[in-house]
């Protein structure tokens, strides 16, 4: 149980232009979403938080016009970088939390982006 | 007051050998502590977690080791295996807020 699904895995786009990224719980609802970004043999970047149905909270620093995020359903919440740049280039990972529960995340396999 | 500290950065072990990663945090606001292991191109994977009413935690071979007082926690994986080569991660948490994580540790375990 608690499999966090990402998709696409690995993209590839030109820059300037835009990139979406699903994150889906697939066997439980997930009220909260987080989104974190990863630099190679770095750990893991908080960007925001997602909640469904709410606006994303997102953490300072992280330009929210750049990075849209969307949690629409209790399964389903999207990243979408915006105009690509390629020191957007990186490892997005997704995580949920179970409903009715605060604490522990199931991360999804992460989304490597690479920006030409 | 938001970090969590983890070491060594690197770890090398021998096959069979215990692998050891401590962490070490301040914020007394931190009541969740987890474990995740990571494989290079994967999202991190929860392999173990503790509150801090207890001491230790056990599950097969992964052993989490709590010390409230001095606000450390660390794991221990036994019988080391050359599989277990990853990232491993520490993190802490308020209740029912956001994760706060280490800097990682690279575990090497050598046939």
């Known amino acids: 149980g608690a499999v966090v699904s990402q998709h696409p895995s690995w993209v590839i786009c030109k820059s300037g232009t835009s990139v979406k990224i699903e994150c889906r719980s697939l066997d439980f609802q997930a009220t909260t979403m987080f989104w974190y970004r990863q630099f190679p043999k770095q750990s893991l970047m908080l960007m925001a938080t997602?909640?469904?149905?709410?606006?994303?909270?997102?953490e300072q620093g992280v330009e929210k016009d750049k990075f849209l995020i969307n949690h629409a359903s209790l399964t389903l919440s999207t990243l979408t970088v915006t105009s690509a740049h390629p020191e957007d280039s990186s490892f997005y990972i997704c995580?949920?939390?179970?409903?009715?529960?605060?604490?522990?995340?199931?991360f999804g396999p992460g989304t490597r982006l690479l920006v030409l | 007051q938001q970090q969590v500290k983890q070491s060594p950065q690197s770890l090398i072990v021998q096959k069979g050998g215990i692998s050891i990663i401590n962490c070490a945090y301040e914020?007394?606001?931190?009541?969740?502590f987890p474990w995740y292991q990571q494989f290079p191109g994967k999202g991190p994977a929860l392999l173990i977690a503790?509150?801090?009413?207890?001491s230790e935690k056990k599950e097969g071979r992964f052993t989490i080791s709590f010390n409230k007082s001095a606000k450390q926690f660390s794991l221990h994986i036994m019988d080391s295996q050359p599989g277990d080569s990853a990232t491993y991660f520490c993190a802490a948490a308020p209740y029912g807020q956001n994760f706060v994580f280490g800097p990682g540790t690279r575990l090497s375990v050598l046939p």
């Open positions: 503790i509150r801090p009413d207890v």
């Open positions: 914020n007394t606001a931190f009541d969740y």
């Open positions: 995580s949920a939390v179970t409903s009715g529960s605060s604490e522990t995340q199931y």
């Open positions: 997602s909640n469904e149905g709410s606006k994303a909270t997102y």
